[in-house]
C-alpha cells in the first residue's frame, strides 16, 4: 500500500513541511520586527509633518508684516488731539470701561459718561474697589455713591434708571482722580494746536474702525490748558506721555496713562453706547429751564402759606450728605401750627449715635444719645436739651425754611418754576427762590401743598426734606434746658 500523499507531488511530505514552516517562521521573525520599526517611524514622521502644517497655518494667518517705526506727529495728527476733546463734547455721551491698577487693587468702572451735561453715570467693581463697591455718580465737582458690599467684583453695567434712595458722599477719595480724569476728555473748545508734542507709534482696528495711536503729551503740562495734560502731569508716576487711539474724525476710542499711587490706568470708550443718562437728587435731580410762573402757578404759590396752616403739619424725612464725614438721615414730625418740629437725626459715618433736635419758635436745641431707632421718642424728652455748634446744624436751614414756608406773609424772594416732576406719584412743580444762603427748591404738588424742601449742601451735593401732610403728635416744648 502506498500512501496517497506519497503520489500527489501537490501536497508533499507533511513531516518536511512542518520543518520548513518552522524554518520560515524562524527566518520571519526579524523581517516583522523591521516592518513595525519602519511603520513607527512613518507614523512619526506623519504626525511631524501635520503638526508643521498646523504652526505654520496659524502663523501665516497670525503674522503681519512689520509697519512702519514710530515717527514724530503730522500737522494734521496735532490738530486731531487738539479737536478730541471738543469732539467728544459735542457728541455728549458715550459707554465707559474704565480699568484702574492691576491684580488685587483692579478697580472697574462700567457705565456712562455724559460730557455735555457733565455727570457720569457709574458700577464700581474688581478686587481693589473697595468701600467704594456699588454704584457711582458724578459731576466734574461732586461725587455720590450707593455702596453695595455685597455686590460680586465682576463689574456690570448700571440699571438705567438709578435707584432712588441709598445715596451718600464717599468717606474717601479714591475715584476722584479716576473721575477727573474721564471728565477731563472733553471741552466746549479745541486745545492749541502747537503745544501738542509726541509720536505716532502704531494703527489698530477697535471697534470695526481704524484708529491712529498716538503717544502724545504738552510742551509745558503744568501751564497747559488741557486738564488731560494736567492730569496726568501731576498724577504720573514717571512722566510717560499718555497714549491716545483716534479716528481719522478726531474722535477718542482709547486712552492709557500712568496715575500716581494708582498704576496704569485705561480708559475704552464705546461710542455706539449712548443714552440719555438721569441724575439722582442727591446731584440736584435732571436739569430744568427756569422761567416765570404761569398765572395757574402764581395762584398755587401765593396760597401756598395758606394751605400748609390748614393741613396743620406734617410727617418729614431728611436726607442730608453735608461732607465725606457727614452724611445725614432723619425722621419726626413738623407742625406749621405751633411753629415746632422734632427729629431724630443718624450720621451714617457714626456709628450707633443719634441725635434729638428740636426747632421751637426760633430756637434750636439738642439731646446726643445712643442709637435706636431714627424716629424720635414721644413725648420729647424734658431735660438735656442744649444749643450751640453741632454736627447737625446743616439741617438746621432746611428745617426753618419748611417752618417759615406757613407765615402769612409768603416765602420772601422772586419764584421761577424750574422744571416739572413726580413724587409719591404725584404731578408737582419744582419751584426755585434764590436766597442769601443759596437757592431753595420747594416741590408743590398740584393741590399747592409742599411735598419737598431741597438745598444745596456745603459739598454741592443737595439736601431733601420730603414731608408727607397729616396728624402729628403734640410736640410739647422742653421745660427746662442747661
Known sequence: MVPGGLLDFAVGNQADQEDLASSATQADEPRRAADRRRRLTLTGLTLTAVLSAVTLVATLVSWAPDGPPARELTSIERERLAAMRVTNYRE???????TAGTGAT??????????????????????????????AQATPTVLVIRPDPTAVPVPAMPPLVPPADGWRLPADRDLHPLLG??????????????????????????????????????????????????????ASDTGAPVRYWLDPAARLHRVQADLAGIGPVTVSLNRADRPTLRPVEALGGRPGLPRALTSAERDRWR???????????ATVTLTMPVSAATNLRGTGWLSWSSGTAYLG?????????????????????????????????????????????????DLDPLVAAALRAAQAAGVPGRAQRERGDHLAGATVDVVRVDTARGPLRY??????????????????????????????PRLTPPERQR
Open 92 to 98: 455728549l455721551r458715550a459707554g465707559l470701561h474704565l
Open 303 to 313: 396760597r401756598l402759606p395758606t394751605r400748609l396752616r390748614t393741613a396743620g403739619g
Open 345 to 393: 437725626v443718624t450720621n451714617l459715618d457714626v456709628d450707633g449715635r443719634r441725635t434729638l433736635v428740636r426747632h421751637h419758635k426760633g430756637k434750636i436745641t439738642r439731646i446726643d444719645g445712643p442709637g435706636g431707632s431714627t424716629r424720635p421718642p414721644l413725648p420729647p424728652p424734658v431735660a438735656g436739651w442744649r444749643t450751640g455748634p453741632h454736627h447737625t446744624q
Open 443 to 472: 416741590w408743590v404738588d398740584r393741590s399747592g401743598m409742599l411735598r419737598r424742601l431741597e438745598l444745596p449742601t456745603s459739598s454741592g451735593a443737595w439736601a431733601q426734606l420730603d414731608l408727607a401732610t397729616g396728624r402729628v
Open 181 to 234: 480724569l474721564v471728565f477731563a476728555l472733553a471741552a466746549d473748545r479745541p486745545d492749541p494746536v502747537n503745544h501738542w508734542v509726541g509720536r505716532w507709534v502704531g494703527r489698530e482696528h477697535l471697534n470695526g474702525e481704524p484708529v491712529d495711536v498716538l503717544e502724545a503729551s504738552t510742551q509745558d503740562p503744568t501751564t497747559s490748558t488741557s486738564p488731560v495734560a494736567k492730569a496726568t502731569a501731576t
Open 106 to 135: 483692579r478697580t472697574d468702572l462700567l457705565g456712562w459718561v455724559d460730557w455735555a451735561r457733565g455727570l457720569a453715570y457709574l458700577d464700581v467693581g474688581g478686587p481693589g474697589a473697595g468701600r467704594s463697591r456699588g454704584l
